[in-house]
């Protein structure tokens, strides 16, 4: 059984960091990606790894303030998040898919964790 967990979040002021993490049992896969999801609004892309290719493709709302890393395994991946905004608020997932390829289609991925609430006081 697949399970991925996510950990991480919690309440910080603007301008300071979090770094979630995401731990996958079960399986492996060879692409993971980060969503979020404020209230109100739709689930958007935040960004993506593969286990190949060095491609880390990243929404224009996080670029320069946030990074995607994995450990050698892919079994974990972490998300630095900086400089953050009341903005960045919102339910962060990790998702994971088959492909090398870092797509930022929702339904592109087959397995989502439960997620962990990011909260950014301004």
């Known amino acids: 059984q697949v399970?991925?967990?996510?950990?991480?979040?919690?309440?910080?002021?603007?301008?300071g960091s979090l770094r979630l993490s995401c731990t996958t049992s079960g399986r492996s896969f060879n692409t993971r990606a980060w969503f979020r999801q404020a209230p109100g609004k739709?689930?958007?892309?935040?960004a993506a790894i593969t286990r190949i290719t060095s491609?880390?493709?990243?929404?224009?709302?996080?670029?320069?303030?946030?990074t995607i890393s994995?450990?050698?395994?892919m079994n974990t991946v972490y998300l630095q998040m900086n400089d953050l905004k009341a903005?960045?608020?919102?339910?962060?997932?990790c998702a994971a898919r088959d492909s090398n390829w870092p797509t930022p289609r929702q339904s592109d991925y087959s397995n989502w964790g439960q997620g962990t609430q990011v909260t950014v006081s301004s």
Request: glycine content about 12%; proline content about 2%.
């Open 55 to 66: 491609y880390t493709p990243y929404a224009d709302s996080v670029k320069g303030r946030f």
């Open 3 to 15: 399970q991925m967990v996510e950990s991480g979040g919690g309440l910080v002021q603007a301008g």
């Open 42 to 46: 739709d689930r958007e892309f935040v």
């Open 87 to 93: 903005e960045d608020s919102a339910v962060y997932y």
């Open 70 to 73: 994995r450990d050698n395994t």
